[in-house]
């Protein structure tokens, strides 16, 4: 009987943890919207390794994103430090802007596209020095270190996201060096806060400008809001025909 | 037939060092324009984010496709039991290997890190030898196929040499005949699994590689044979040399049966046929001419008629027919390497692409200087090691005169 008591005791005690943390979530949701993310709790201390219990990803929506609009771009490289040489063949671009025109009814819609960051990277596959990987919180990076500047990773990405970088670098912010292959990041390093995962900035700088077509979050956790806006809305993966699970959505490309 | 006897280059003529020099030159040129890549980084070459693998990548992957091709007169010999070619094994031998480290120089000196070779740890590189790596890079399985054909073929050469040894040169023919199947197939698939681009993709260019090197490393042989033979004064009969300009022949029909098929398959689909098909075919671009008057005008159906053409002098028709099979090589690959880059993938079906890296156009590419003393550096190194080879090592029939080949000719 007093077993059973603790049992439900405990069940309750688990409802009120719950609903506690859902309402802290909400109200930090509403205190600073796009600055901290509901998932603070699952911020991990930053001697530990990254999580397979996350996916990391974003949720991108067409409808909503401003053909003249640019700032996730700039703010991108701004933070990544990523400068451009007045060349945009050679020049790095972590993320760019895509102008699509459908070709029967001639409607133009812009989206971002950037390192997809799928389950399936071929660019991982065809490293040869594993210098191309993805964490384990489904986060695709390339370690400069190991890096021969092959560029096989990009022959192999589908999406044309990663840059060769052609020039000597200069005041890096992160770890860049000429002769190596990067892209998107996802802000790893705003994932990583100590004080819990962050916007990454072409996020913020989205959200800033008022437009709120991008949404990031851990796409493993049913409660994140890029999970519920998929649930509810859906969302296509570019290229699904590769069977790559990509940690990028796009919703209301039509 | 008698027995054949090897000898060294004599190596002290002024033709000789004046050949070397040059050589010196034309690798030196290519290390050159390397450090100056590497010093002032790509931006000085027509590479681009579109055009990752540029004219260096034409020379390099050519040369490693050869490279395996030009055994095959070791493995006709030992293999396959056709004694005729016998005296020209440890030539084809030798040559298969200066080939391939010709274009992995080319490779690894147009590498933006190539130092980070040394830095990537024994740890990760065996790490990469796992069979559960080997499944995914297929630059992994390279990294084992091109070091271990080194050394396959060395130590074939070794025991095709050493008198002791001979009875084990079967044995070892065998398997580096196994070994360079494999090479040229590892190479094919480099572009054969990247599923993501309509110009490769296609399981049909792991046999066509291997096709393609029967004609790229038998023509290279020829070039190379002739000339020695001629420059050092060595008799050079025409029942060796007919029989080589024939194999070319058969070589080169085969590729462009294979040329065909994956044209023909490739315009079958609406979406590719329309796309990057007519790009590269009929497009009014270099890919087009490259394609039409390098690969299958110089490179197949001229080639093919003066092979089979019998009125033709043997050796000069052997030597200009292997030429323009190089040049048909260089152009399949600039075709297929820079071409099936050029034309935009297809990420968003039926909308048209605009974007600061210019996603749905054509992308465009003009190589530098500096990629092609690169790319010509990989030839240089190749004749340099095969001339440096024939020198120290006794390789070289003193004879191939139609008397000391053929037991059955009659003068």
């Not at chain 1, 102008?99 to 660019?123: N, W, Y």
């Not at chain 1, 851990?218 to 993966?237: A, C, F, M």
């Not at chain 1, 699904?240 to 796009?250: F, P, Q, S």
């Amino acid at each position: 009987m007093s077993r059973k008591t603790n049992q439900s005791e405990g069940k309750i005690n688990q409802y009120r943890r719950n609903f506690l943390a859902r309402t802290t979530a909400i109200a930090g949701m509403t205190v600073a919207p796009g600055v901290i993310l509901n998932s603070v709790a699952q911020a991990k201390p930053v001697d530990q390794p990254a999580s397979n219990k996350n996916r990391w990803g974003l949720l991108i929506d067409a409808n909503k994103c401003s053909s003249g609009c640019n700032s996730c771009v700039t703010a991108c490289h701004e933070e990544n430090g990523v400068t451009g040489f007045g060349n945009p063949e050679t020049d790095a671009q972590w993320i760019r802007k895509v102008k699509l025109t459908d070709k029967q009814t001639q409607k133009v819609q812009t989206i971002p596209l950037m390192c997809q960051h799928c389950e399936h990277p071929p660019c991982v596959d065809v490293c040869p020095t594993n210098a191309s990987m993805k964490r384990e919180d489904g986060v695709v990076l390339v370690d400069k270190h190991a890096c021969i500047g092959c560029r096989y990773c990009m022959m192999a990405c589908p999406y044309g996201a990663r840059s060769f970088l052609h020039e000597p670098t200069t005041e890096q912010k992160y770890p860049r060096g000429q002769g190596t292959v990067e892209s998107c990041t996802l802000c790893v390093h705003r994932i990583d806060d100590p004080n819990g995962p962050r916007n990454p900035a072409c996020v913020e700088a989205c959200n800033a400008e008022g437009h709120k077509a991008m949404w990031f979050g851990d796409l493993k956790d049913p409660n994140s809001e890029i999970t519920k806006r998929l649930k509810e809305y859906g969302g296509v993966q570019i290229r699904a025909d590769l069977g790559l699970n990509t940690g990028v959505r796009y919703q209301n490309l039509s | 037939m008698k027995t054949i006897r090897f000898t060294e280059l004599e190596g002290r003529s002024p033709g000789f060092f004046a050949l070397m020099a040059i050589l010196i030159a034309i690798i030196g040129a290519g290390i050159v324009s390397a450090l100056m890549m590497h010093g002032q980084g790509h931006h000085i070459t027509g590479m681009t984010n579109r055009i990752v693998w540029g004219t260096p990548h034409v020379f390099a992957v050519f040369l490693i496709v050869a490279a395996s091709g030009a055994l095959n007169i070791a493995s006709i010999a030992s293999v396959f039991g056709r004694t005729v070619y016998k005296p020209l094994s440890p030539l084809s031998m030798v040559l298969s290997v200066t080939i391939l480290v010709g274009g992995l120089a080319v490779l690894i000196l147009d590498l933006g890190n190539p130092e980070h070779l040394l830095d990537v740890p024994l740890t990760q590189f065996l790490y990469n030898s796992m069979p559960s790596r080997w499944t995914r890079s297929v630059f992994g399985w390279n990294f084992i196929l091109y070091t271990g054909f080194i050394f396959v073929v060395g130590i074939y050469l070794w025991f095709s040499l050493v008198p002791q040894y001979k009875k084990f040169s079967k044995a070892a023919s065998i398997f580096a005949f196994v070994w360079r199947l494999a090479l040229t197939t590892g190479t094919g698939l480099i572009f054969g699994f990247l599923v993501a681009r309509e110009a490769y993709d296609a399981a049909i260019l792991a046999p066509m590689f291997v096709v393609y090197s029967f004609a790229y490393g038998l023509a290279i042989f020829s070039l190379v044979l002739i000339p020695t033979y001629i420059w050092t004064g060595r008799e050079l009969g025409d029942v060796i040399v007919n029989r080589l300009k024939s194999l070319l022949g058969i070589f080169v029909a085969a590729s462009l049966y294979f040329v065909i098929v994956l044209n023909l398959t490739n315009f079958y689909s609406a979406a590719k046929g329309e796309g990057i098909q007519s790009f590269l075919l009929f497009g009014d671009n270099s890919y087009s001419s490259a394609f039409w008057i390098g690969q299958i005008l110089i490179g197949s159906i001229l080639p093919l008629a003066i092979a089979f053409y019998p009125k033709l002098k043997a050796r000069g028709a052997l030597l200009t027919a292997a030429a323009m099979v190089v040049v048909g090589g260089l152009s399949q690959m600039y075709v297929t390497i820079i071409g099936g880059q050029a034309y935009p993938m297809d990420m968003f079906p039926g909308k048209t692409v605009e974007s600061i890296t210019n996603d749905g156009g054509i992308a465009a590419y003009s190589p530098t200087i500096y990629e092609v003393l690169l790319g010509l550096a990989g030839i240089g190194i190749t004749i340099f090691l095969v001339v440096f080879a024939m020198n120290v090592l006794r390789i070289l029939p003193e004879s191939l005169a139609d008397k000391d080949v053929d037991p059955h000719h009659s003068a």
